[in-house]
């Protein structure tokens, strides 16, 4: 059975930085591009960034880059999502999702990452 | 801000249809796949639709989708009270180089 478990979210206060974590189980990790997508209170839901099987390449939404950095460890079957400058739109629950044939197939259960001074 | 268009919602009684409309341009929609995910209150998004068309495994053949241009659209058939959720179309845009989603459709079951 496929499993993503996220981690590390929580309350952050403006400019300050969290690392959300993902941990996978039942498939080949290795092989699948992994993603972020975030939804904040009550609106909809939005793509954070992506990452190849292999680490190599990523990319992000506009308003993250140079803040956000998305890496793997493929040996621990996990992403990790480290957020600097940290702002209050970025408050929102953060999905941990599998890529499958331009879609994501499988969500994780999401983590809450709340900015606030 | 959402590249992809949808109704904000949409109503109908069980066992009706329902269409679910996503709007979007040749950057998107008009030379990538699209795909549906339907999120149930307080859930996960979940896939139900990928490739514009196809159905992954333990998707009643109730959902369909398809596309035609720069639109696509998401059908539901015998609709019921368990499919009350919000619905988003998805793809990839060429020119962002980012993967975009649509402003979602709520979908109210009478």
């Known amino acids: 059975e496929v499993q993503l478990v996220e981690s590390g979210g929580g309350l952050a206060q403006p400019w300050g930085s969290l690392r959300l974590s993902c941990a996978a189980s039942g498939f080949n990790f290795s092989n699948y591009w992994m993603s972020w997508v975030r939804q904040a209170p009550g609106k909809g839901l939005e793509w954070v960034a992506n990452?190849?099987?292999?680490?190599?390449?990523?990319y992000y939404v506009g308003s993250v880059k140079g803040r956000f950095t998305f890496s793997r460890d493929n040996a621990k079957n996990s992403v990790f999502l480290q957020m600097n400058g940290l702002r209050v739109a970025d408050a929102a629950v953060y999905y941990c999702?599998?890529?499958?044939?331009?879609?994501?197939?499988?969500w994780g259960q999401g983590a809450l990452v709340t900015v606030s001074s | 801000q959402s590249v992809l268009t949808q109704p904000p919602s949409l109503s109908a009684a069980p066992g009706q249809k329902v269409t679910i409309s996503c709007s979007g341009s040749?950057?998107?929609?008009?030379?990538?796949?699209v795909s549906w995910y339907q999120q149930l209150p307080g859930r996960a998004p979940k896939l139900l639709i990928y490739e514009n068309n196809k159905r992954p495994s333990g998707i009643p053949d109730r959902f369909s989708g398809s596309k035609s241009g720069t639109s696509a659209t998401l059908g539901i058939t015998g609709l019921q009270t368990g499919d009350e959720a919000d619905y988003f179309c998805g793809a990839w845009d060429s020119t962002l180089i980012a993967y975009v989603f649509g402003t979602g459709t709520k979908v109210i079951v009478l």
């Open positions: 990452i190849k099987p292999d680490g190599s390449e990523t």
């Open positions: 999702a599998r890529g499958f044939n331009w879609s994501f197939d499988f």
């Open positions: 040749s950057s998107n929609i008009g030379n990538n796949y």
